[in-house]
């Protein structure tokens, strides 16, 4: 069993930055890919950014320019440096880690952008 746990949410004003951290642990072996997504209410779970294993980086074309994910490979933790905030981007957000077929979620972090 995995176990993910999210840092660093928050509020801050339009135009802000914030950096959300994921840290792994657990039954770990060989980890396909690395995670964002973000829930709003009343809106559907959506991928944010993904981190694959050969490194390539994936982002949701709101977030393309603003966001950053990276991960730390010996820490088994992933990031998300979050620029030019905007309200819309208010939701919670949620690590994922992909292994072989098998996802893995935290328990999700409050983000929220003031107007």
């Not at 914030?18 to 991928?47: D, F, T």
Request: aromatic letters at 6%.
């Amino acid at each position: 069993q995995v176990q993910l746990v999210e840092s660093g949410g928050g509020l801050v004003e339009a135009g802000g930055s914030m950096r959300l951290a994921c840290l792994a642990s657990g039954n770990i072996h060989v980890i396909n890919s690395m995670g964002w997504y973000r829930q709003a209410p009343g809106k559907q779970r959506e991928p944010v950014a993904t981190m694959l294993m050969n490194g390539k980086t994936l982002y949701t074309d709101s977030v393309k320019g603003r966001f950053t994910v990276s991960r730390d490979h010996d820490k088994n933790m992933v990031y998300l440096q979050m620029d030019r905030l905007k309200p819309e981007d208010t939701a919670v957000y949620y690590c994922k880690l992909l292994q072989g077929t098998d996802n893995s979620w935290g328990q999700g972090t409050q983000v929220t952008v003031s107007a």
